[in-house]
């Protein structure tokens, strides 16, 4: 069967990802990350999570009317990887660009199963994704990310709260109730797709340093 | 064919239960609707069949619901917008039915069975599998993934040729960019790419019929004849132990 997140890619490009909860940091890593490889010569090419033209419609009417369900929203999460790994990620990778994607298949992992989707169902889904060079984990107790987002006036979004679940009416309750299970599927995910782990509660530069020093290691590995 | 009093095991799960995973969030167990399913290539008369089998139902006293490949308010001007701006690979075309179907599963389907309704649906995952499996997107990857769905408790397959549906095509107004299978861009003439696609759609179809109990049907006979064919045998159904359960109105 289908399953190319098992196997090596062939392209002559790399494929670097990074994963966490809301409020990890992670963003902010990837963008420190892209930064010195730019300025080390490399061409880079970022993408991001659910942000393809095509299904956008789809989860903006969806978001808006609350309307999606656990099965409908991984299918348009996947529609939009298909969609990014087609015009954005395969195509950097064959003309040697280091693509950087903030999310991976490893989200969907983690947040459709813990909204109740199957565990092998949504592996089996993905199984036509490209199989990254190096895929890093950020991770973070709850407390610390909800602090993060709290502090910055992030409004907790509905469907990052899992307030679709219906566990609390409290959008930070519902936050924690819906992430700490996030955290458990990561926790699983790491193990079985070798995801590299970086403590997120330590500093911005700390977490850089290691986030450089692991990516080093993948293009030294891979040239 | 499968004979009318016989339960069917298709794709080797019981009517009415998940074909796969399922919906872990869903549980369907004794859920007292019926799902038939009529399945058919494009200008077959899949939709003037359902239409006379609602009003017999009806008349009997079944409550009904219809539900159409692509009308999900979700997800259908996503799908004509895509279409129109001819943006979608294999892949994420498949992916966006998915979420259609996914979105009527869900919403109008489950919904319906649980309320002891008949749901005549105008085409079902069939038509998923003939078209992936025409384009080449892996087969059991594509069951996998329908594997959300729930067993129909029948699925009529109105078999027609390419030939005689191009000319029925024809006579209804003639040949759209996607039923001809343009996408795959086999060549400039629109009627050869549509016997084509066609012909390779029936390939598909013929091979799902026993994978799945297809109940195969004759679509190049009358439109009386398949209906009655059709009463005889949903009436037969609804009359066995399987239909038995269903409350009228």
């Known amino acids: ?73 991984s299918l348009l999460h996947a ?44 592996r089996d889904l993905y199984g036509f994704a490209v199989r990254p060079d190096l895929a890093v984990y950020f991770r973070v107790p709850i407390d610390v990310s909800l602090d993060r987002l709290l502090a910055r006036r992030v409004k907790l979004k509905f469907y990052e709260a899992g307030l679709d679940m219906n566990w609390s009416t409290n959008a930070t309750e519902s936050f924690r109730l819906f992430q700490s299970k996030v955290l458990d599927e990561y926790d699983a995910i790491v193990a079985e797709h070798g995801l590299r782990v970086i403590d997120a509660t ?13 990516v080093s290691g993948a293009l030294e590995a891979n040239a | 064919m499968t004979n009318a009093t016989d339960t069917g095991a298709h794709g080797g799960v019981t009517p009415g239960r998940y074909y796969g995973h399922g919906l872990p969030y869903v549980s369907i167990e004794d859920y007292p609707g019926r799902i038939i399913a009529i399945e058919g290539t494009d200008g077959v008369g899949r939709s003037t069949q359902i239409r006379l089998l ?24 996503t799908i004509e917008l895509a279409k129109a701006s001819n943006t979608l690979n294999k892949l994420t075309f498949v992916l966006l039915y998915a979420c259609d179907f996914a979105d009527r599963l869900e919403k109008e389907i489950i919904p ?20 992936a499996g025409v384009r080449g997107v892996d087969s059991q990857w594509m069951r996998r993934l329908y594997g959300f769905a729930i067993a129909p408790h029948l699925v009529f397959y109105l078999r027609i040729d390419a030939e005689a549906l191009a000319r029925r095509v024809l006579e209804a ?77």
Do not use: C
Not at chain 2, 57 to 74: A, K, M, N, Q
């Open chain 1, 1 to 73: 069967m289908l399953d190319t997140l098992a196997a090596p890619h062939a392209y002559p490009g790399r494929l670097f990802v990074v994963e966490g909860i809301d409020g990890s940091g992670k963003t902010t890593q990837l963008a420190l990350l892209a930064k010195w490889l730019v300025a080390s010569g490399y061409r880079v090419f970022m993408t991001e999570w659910n942000s393809s033209a095509l299904v956008k419609a789809a989860t903006k009417t969806g978001k808006k009317k609350n309307a999606l369900t656990p099965m409908t929203f």
């Open chain 2, 54 to 77: 609602r009003e017999w139902l009806e008349v009997r006293g079944y409550g009904v619901i219809e539900t159409g490949w692509t009308r999900s308010p979700l997800m259908q001007p």
């Open chain 2, 112 to 131: 319906a069975l649980k309320a002891g309704f008949i749901v005549l649906a105008d085409r079902y995952i069939y038509t998923a599998l003939a078209r």
């Open chain 2, 173 to 249: 107004g003639g040949m759209a960019y996607w039923e001809s299978g343009m996408d795959m861009k086999s060549g400039d003439d629109i009627y050869d790419s549509f016997r084509t696609y066609q012909r390779q759609l029936l390939k598909e179809y013929a091979a799902m019929a026993e994978e799945f109990g297809f109940r195969v049907l004759d679509g190049r006979k009358s439109i009386a004849n398949i209906q009655d064919e059709l009463r005889r045998h949903v009436g037969e159904f609804l009359e066995g132990a399987e239909g038995a359960s269903l409350p009228r109105g």
């Open chain 1, 79 to 122: 529609t939009d990887f298909a969609d990014r790994q087609l015009y954005k990620i395969i195509p950097p990778l064959k003309a040697g660009m280091i693509v950087l994607a903030d999310r991976y298949a490893y989200t969907a992992f983690a947040r459709d199963v813990a909204r109740g989707v199957d565990r092998e169902w949504v």
């Open chain 1, 202 to 214: 330590r500093s911005i530069t700390e977490q850089q340093r290691q986030l450089r020093e692991l």
